[in-house]
Nanobody, 127 residues
């Protein structure tokens, strides 16, 4: 059974930082492309950052480039998202996700249509 469990969310002031983590189990993690997505109140889910299976390719939404960094530890089945210089518009629930045969779509930050999602972790940024 595949499980993705996010942690690390919280409430910070504008300009602050957070590190999100996603623990994966039940899959061959080192073979899977991974991604972070977010959903703000009243908005649809959007791609934030994605990473290739080996971690050598990363992609970011324009709105977070230069502020967020995605990384992974394949030895520990972990995915990370470092969030720096946070802004109120970054307030959202952040999800990690993956799917089989999905790597072709990660450059476009396209969420997996049929895949695995964590329960989400809330990030709230106040001005």
């Amino acid at each position: 059974q595949v499980q993705l469990v996010e942690s690390g969310g919280g409430s910070v002031q504008s300009g602050g930082s957070l590190t999100l983590s996603c623990a994966a189990s039940g899959l061959t993690y080192s073979n899977m492309c991974m991604g972070w997505f977010r959903q703000a109140p009243g908005k649809g889910r959007e791609g934030v950052a994605t990473i290739s299976a080996r971690g050598d390719k990363t992609y970011y939404a324009d709105s977070v480039k230069g502020r967020f960094t995605i990384s992974r530890d394949n030895a520990k089945n972990m995915l990370f998202l470092q969030l720096n210089n946070l802004k109120p518009e970054d307030t959202a629930i952040y999800y990690c996700a993956t799917s089989m045969n999905w790597c072709f779509a990660i450059s476009k930050l396209r969420p997996p249509s049929a895949g695995y999602w964590g329960q989400g972790t809330q990030v709230t940024v106040s001005s």
